[in-house]
């Protein structure tokens, strides 16, 4: 597999190391532009070409334009590259659709753009509406890493877990701090569950703060790796989530999300996959802007979403499947 490096973001071999589904990565580092990036390239393509691979898959993002296309096609075709599949742009009306006000619509999952990319090719691949779930194998020293972890820092293991993930490096995906205070709290008090706040290092500090807020829960933000936080939500019974890592990775590994979205972009494209999810995005006068800081007084796409409509999900999610539910009787409302 190829990627490129970007300081900050989690690369593919975070995820996908050990799982089975690839056997080796290659990264090469990303620059916006500038002498490094051209020395970059030609790095790469001198390692690709003698490595003489027989043909490259190309499943980058359905919004990259032409132009993006056609180069990466021609530059693959320079590293020797005999069949390059999945090399076509998608219509622009068909990646961002908008309604007559110019608003975006809902569009089609991602995944499915990229899976056409395949298909456009005559490589048989498809995706149910209701995936197989899980679609991760985890390495059995994460999962008995996050065992151990659990088993010496648990304080109520006779209460299912649920993950609250609230941080993002996107300021225009965050939800207020104060709501999930709120709805962990009422969780705490009202439904018999055990919290666990998940994240990455970064998100440290903010964990300690709800966990302080509610005087309890287990702050596991910084604590595992990629595939040791998904080991960690695998064992949860619900995540409630941003549009983040940790919303990915809890369907992925078949744990139901409650997913708060922006209206940033457009409807559906990182929807979670699977069936057992709700996801919560307002709609507002200023979608579609694909900010990653909101410049609207209010941020009123993420702050038009309400404790109680989260609370109301969280309360039908748990009480989906009582045998992974919450006790006995249902929740009450707060």
Request: aromatic letters at 8%.
């Amino acid at each position: 597999m190829l990627s490129e490096t970007h300081s900050g973001l989690v690369r593919p071999s975070d995820v996908l190391e050990g799982t089975g589904l690839v056997d080796h990565f290659l990264t090469y580092p990303f620059f916006a532009s500038g002498p490094r990036q051209w020395r970059a390239g030609a790095q790469l393509w001198w390692t690709l070409l003698k490595l003489r691979f027989d043909r490259v898959f190309y499943l980058l993002n359905s919004c990259r334009p032409p132009w993006s296309v056609f180069r990466d096609d021609c530059f693959f075709a320079l590293c020797g590259v005999d069949q390059r599949i999945g090399f076509r742009p998608f219509p622009q009306a068909e990646v961002t659709p908008l309604d007559e006000d110019g608003l975006p619509t809902r569009v089609r999952h991602e995944a499915l753009f990229r899976l056409d990319r395949l298909r456009s090719d005559g490589v048989a691949a498809s995706i149910e509406s209701a995936p197989v779930l899980p679609v991760l194998s985890l390495p059995s020293a994460e999962r008995n890493r996050v065992e151990a972890w659990l088993a010496e820092h648990r304080r109520h293991e006779q209460y299912p877990l649920v993950a609250l993930a609230p941080g993002s490096k996107m300021q225009s995906k965050i939800w207020s701090t104060e709501d999930f205070v709120e709805i962990g709290r009422r969780l705490l008090s009202n439904g018999r569950v055990e919290i666990a706040v998940v994240g990455g290092i970064e998100d440290r500090s903010l964990a300690e703060h709800l966990i302080s807020s509610w005087g309890e829960g287990l702050n596991c933000a910084g604590t595992f790796s990629v595939l040791g936080s998904a080991a960690l939500l695998g064992r949860c019974r619900l995540t409630i989530a941003v549009d983040s890592g940790p919303m990915h990775l809890s369907y992925a590994v078949g744990t139901p999300c409650i997913a708060l979205f922006s209206a940033r972009d457009h409807p559906g494209r990182w929807d979670p996959l699977g069936t057992g999810n709700i996801v919560i995005r307002k709609s507002v006068a200023c979608a579609g802007c694909m900010l990653t800081r909101c410049n609207v007084e209010g941020h009123p796409c993420m702050r038009g979403i309400s404790v109680d409509e989260v609370w109301a999900a969280a309360q039908t999610s748990l009480l989906a499947d009582p045998a992974r539910g919450i006790g006995e009787g249902p929740l009450a409302s707060c």
